[in-house]
């Protein structure tokens, strides 16, 4: 079974960079989408950004649209979010899941498998 591990946040000043990780565990080759979700707190997760497994197509949640690019190593297995021009509004817990596919905003629906730890994001001076 694939287990997702994200990694890569922490804390960064509003207009700073991270880029946060997504590294697929027991399996060699993953050519299933995947997207990135966060949540805030009191507020619900929502996706933000997928990639789909075969062309690497992306899909933005429009708040992020232009400042966080997704994107996968040589080998698939890993799947990054490069986020540039952070908000203190980005602040969230950052999850990474499989899709069914990416394309459009429905690609959020649902996921395959459960979530992880999550990964946080603090954006604050």
């Known amino acids: 079974q694939v287990q997702l591990v994200e990694s890569g946040g922490g804390l960064v000043q509003p207009g700073g960079s991270l880029r946060l990780s997504c590294a697929a565990s027991?399996?060699?080759?993953?050519?299933?989408?995947r997207g990135w979700f966060r949540q805030a707190p009191g507020k619900e997760r929502e996706g933000v950004a997928c990639v789909t497994g075969r062309d690497n197509s992306a899909y933005y949640e429009d708040s992020v649209k232009g400042r966080f690019t997704i994107f996968r190593n040589n080998r698939k297995t890993t799947v990054h979010l490069q986020m540039n021009s952070l908000k203190p509004e980005d602040t969230a817990v950052y999850y990474c899941a499989r899709v069914p596919y990416c394309f459009g905003p429905s690609s959020f629906h649902r996921i395959h498998g459960s979530w992880g730890q999550g990964t946080q994001v603090t954006v604050s001076s």
């Open positions: 027991g399996s060699t080759l993953e050519s299933y989408a």
